[in-house]
C-alpha cells in the first residue's frame, strides 16, 4: 500500500474557505484504480498558519501515479490556483510506503 499526503499552510483565519473548498470539490477519485481511501486532516496552529494535510491511500505507489497523469487527476484540480490568498505557501507533498 501507498499513502500519499500533502501538507497545506492555511493563512489563520481563512481555515473556513479552506475547509468549504476541499468540502465542496468533486475529487473524482470514485472509479480510479487503486485508490482505496481519502481524508482532510486539520493539524495545529503554528506561528501564522494552520497545518493541515490531505491523505489518500492507494494500491501502489504506481497507481497513485498513474492517476496524477489521468484526467481524473486533471478534473480534481482544476481551479486549485484561483485560492492562493488562502495559502502559505504551495502544498509539500509526502510519498510513504507502507511497511506494517
Known sequence: MYIAM???KIILGRE???EKIWKMRNTHLDNVKGFKKFNLIKGEIRDNYRL???HSEWSSEDDFINWTKSDAFRKAHKGAGQHNYIYLGHPEFEGFHVII
Request: a negative charge; proline letters at 0%; aromatic letters at 34%.
Open 6 to 8: 500533502n501538507r497545506f
Open 16 to 18: 473556513d474557505d479552506f
Open 52 to 54: 493541515y494535510a490531505s
